[in-house]
């Protein structure tokens, strides 16, 4: 197991990362206040793994007096799934002190988190993701929110949990397809801030979508410790936070345009840092060289490195207009002047924007 | 007119009190990012007072992007509303620098407040309290909330406005029973921590409720300072903040037990000062001229000082063993040791809480 720390004063958490963790609720029970939880799960890993934390919880002395298994998807995502998570903590009669504990992928922690930040005005969290988007990305950092139809994420909170455990196991029922997709935030790290990392993906690729529990644990790893530094500069996004949206606001306009159903969000990331790199190339900020080692990277990897065919540039444009990252009306990018170094810009040509876009098909 | 400071370090922010400050839009401007705003208030207090606001701001240089006027009424502080919040910004492209301004009384406040503090995790604040009530305890501090059918308040986050512009003129229109159910806040703050302001109290009452500009001044801007103080120590509630609760675990049953419709919640605060007064006297903490003091305080403010007739002890007790001021299961009282002195337990039994809630019939 490796343990790091994300470094928020006095609401500072550990991530404990490693196999065989799901059982072991000592490292839940040291991060709550009392020794009451419920358990938000979904109705595919809820009943593979739910028992296995339930009775470790257990034995480390934590009552868990309700367990809810949402419906799967992030078309779930919604207001008013979040209703029946109100209701079901309610029901139990879940007070200011109980853990929310959420078990799952991004869709479950994003939404458990946000009822965790709002029950009550704020309960005790705990992140266990089972999915290596979740692992390296989603339950780090406090971002939680729920889906509204004229937008990803529109709704939510900044909350940090208390505790974050990722155990490398849940990934062995994790579907290729799913794995991937992770991989493609993994990727991210490497080319915002990391450029030993994405050198160390560049060879360690094969190991890590191989689900190699070493390789595995050391890219969950050095991932989070990225992100956990960035999250401890600046939580609530006031700066370079917003270098952790890398090809976000493309991969937004694809999922929405896609009506968030075919494409998986770190596979429409995939395209769209693809696309913040073709940008980017096209500014002067980046290398022929650095795109080509990008798309190879993910194609390599067997993400997409292109946008969906039926989705027209206009429509592409029409969505970026309104995504929440614009400030002031303007929409800003993250843009790469190297692997390993990206910055935030409003200064990009909208024709530019379109090039990159149809240079993605 | 007056102002104070929420000293919150860098989410501090100012109190202004006086009249004719409804049209005064630069208190505002002066602490936005960007001069971009959505009102929200509701059908009462809208046609009253919206515009002049919306003129204020608009000569300030805010733009007034749109208007949503709620139905009135606490049984419309609920999920559903807010939906209704969320889609007005939506629609009218409300970004992130968008600040939301309540104007309105806490109903208003509350609602508008939790749709700031989680729209897209976040947008700026702003308080224009027309309500005694607003005034003096629901725009100060930064708790917001929804209610559910199961209690009140259980849906909500700690966000704290950029300003708050408390304007005595909005008092002119406000009926002489909300008037005196605001007074019931006022007198808390006496009781808990400031025997010279009960003191005022005692004397200036029939000014204050006869709305004299500079008695309702004073007593808003000491109310204030009370609970800015109390805040600014205390944000989050984990200690002396409970304190601001006096009157309110009762205050709650007495509102959960009829329904939200028939009690103001100053009403039901008043009584439930009684209560809270009766059971310290019971324990030997509090003397019977305080109690008497007390009880003729908001008597003669035409304050209730018996709860609801209809509402049996064993109700009063059921609902209060849910109340999400309970932690790790045990209720926990404000009581009182002298006029201007309270703390918190959760030492206190059953049955002095039974004699105390009878002594109020």
């Known amino acids: 197991m490796k343990t790091l720390t994300v470094d928020l004063g006095e609401r500072s958490y550990p991530i404990h990362i490693g196999p065989e963790l799901l059982g072991a609720g000592e490292l839940i029970a040291a991060a709550l206040p009392t020794p009451r939880a419920v358990i938000v799960t979904n109705e595919t890993v809820g009943p593979l793994y739910a028992q296995r934390l339930a009775e470790g919880l257990e034995a480390a002395g934590i009552k868990v007096v309700a367990r809810t298994d949402l419906p799967d998807g ?22 200011r002190q109980t853990a929310v504990i959420a078990l799952g992928g991004g869709v479950v922690g994003d939404l458990a988190g946000f009822a965790a930040a709002t029950y009550q005005r704020g309960v005790p969290f705990v992140q266990v993701p089972t999915t290596l988007l979740a692992q390296v990305d989603a339950a780090v950092g406090g971002k939680t929110a729920v889906n509204h139809p004229r937008g990803k994420n529109m709704i939510g909170a900044f909350y940090q949990p208390r505790v974050v455990v990722a155990d490398m196991d849940t990934l062995a029922t994790l579907p290729d397809r799913e794995l991937r997709a992770g991989f493609a935030e993994v990727v991210k790290y490497g080319l915002i801030r990391d450029p030993a990392f994405f050198a160390y993906l560049e060879e360690q690729a094969p190991a890590i979508l191989g689900r190699d529990p070493g390789a595995l644990t050391e890219a969950v790893y050095r991932s989070c410790r990225n992100k956990a530094e960035v999250v401890a500069a600046d939580e609530r996004e006031a700066g370079q936070r917003a270098l952790l949206n890398l090809g976000h606001t493309f991969a937004h306009a694809i999922e929405t345009g896609t009506g968030y159903t075919d494409w998986l969000h770190g596979e429409a990331v995939a395209a769209g840092m693809v696309m913040a790199a073709e940008t980017s190339r096209r500014l002067g900020f980046l290398s022929e060289n650095a795109v080509t080692r990008t798309r190879a990277l993910l194609e390599r990897s067997g993400l997409p490195v292109a946008g969906p065919a039926g989705l027209s540039t206009d429509r592409y444009l029409e969505i970026m207009g309104v995504d929440k990252k614009a400030a002031g009306g303007r929409v800003r990018y993250v843009l790469l002047e190297d692997i390993g170094r990206a910055f935030v810009t409003a200064e990009v040509p909208e024709a530019t924007v379109r090039e990159a876009i149809e240079a993605c098909r």
């Open 74 to 95: 992030e078309q779930h995502k919604s207001l008013a799934t979040l209703e029946t998570v109100y209701d079901r903590l309610l029901e139990s009669r879940a007070d």
